[in-house]
């Protein structure tokens, strides 16, 4: 089964609000990413939060990463029509360079 | 972009074939990767590989194999092509822990 799981699938907002996302993961961690995915494109790196590190920033992102709920969220703040995607989140299986990813958060922001 | 480029784009071919899918990439990276994305599963990953010669196995490698005999190619391998391995492929490399993965534009293959 896959190592991390978004929540929720699905998400709609209005342009000016925020975005939040959350991931659940399975086994301990290096290091936790988030990848946004425009339809039909590959996928671009958005951030990396090590273990050992609780918040992250990169511009509108804010990611928080709690290790004892093996879980991390990502707010994406002032969303614009732009940022319309789907976003996973990634870790090293059992800390190994096996990189795996959950199913994905698509949020649709409309203008 | 990152170096890695991904062929085909696009290949129609009938069950029971053999189709091999190329990832090159050229920014030498050690690591690369073979994702299959299908709608409500995300992606997953089908194998990887450390090394020239040196390749392990993903969460759905059935019905899949791979070989990298040099640095820069990766190459993914359907022996025979079966209607359930229509998907779109997507092949990443990055260098190693912490770093980023950079990901290929993709390859949709339908098996019919």
């Known amino acids: 089964s896959q190592q991390g799981e978004e929540d929720p699938q699905a998400l709609s907002i209005q342009e000016g609000e925020n975005a939040t996302m959350n991931c659940s993961y399975k086994?301990?961690?290096?290091?936790l990413q988030w990848y946004r995915q425009n339809s039909g494109r590959g996928l671009v790196h958005l951030i990396l939060?090590?273990?050992?590190?609780r918040e992250k920033h990169s511009g509108r992102l804010r990611v928080t990463l709690d290790t004892s709920k093996k879980s991390s969220s990502l707010l994406i703040t002032a969303s614009r029509a732009a940022d319309t995607a789907s976003y996973f989140c990634?870790?090293?299986?059992?800390?190994?360079?096996?990189?795996?990813f959950g199913k994905g958060t698509k949020l649709t922001v409309n203008p | 972009d990152a170096g890695i480029t991904q062929s085909p784009r696009h290949k129609v071919t009938e069950t029971g074939t053999p189709v091999t899918l190329r990832c090159h990439q050229t920014?030498?990276?050690?690591?690369m990767y073979w994702y299959r994305q299908d709608p409500g599963h995300g992606l997953r990953l089908i194998h990887y590989?450390?090394?020239?010669?040196?390749?392990d196995k993903g969460e759905v490698s059935d019905g899949y194999s791979v070989s990298r005999s040099k640095t820069e190619d990766f190459l993914l391998t359907l022996e025979s092509a079966t209607s359930s391995q229509t998907s779109v492929y997507f092949c990443a490399i990055r260098s190693g822990q912490p770093t980023e993965a950079f990901f290929g534009q993709g390859t949709r293959l339908t098996v019919v």
């Open positions: 939060i090590r273990s050992n590190e």
């Open positions: 086994t301990s961690i290096n290091n």
């Open positions: 920014e030498n990276h050690r690591y």
């Open positions: 590989s450390y090394g020239v010669k040196d390749t």
């Open positions: 990634a870790t090293e299986e059992g800390g190994s360079e096996k990189l795996v």
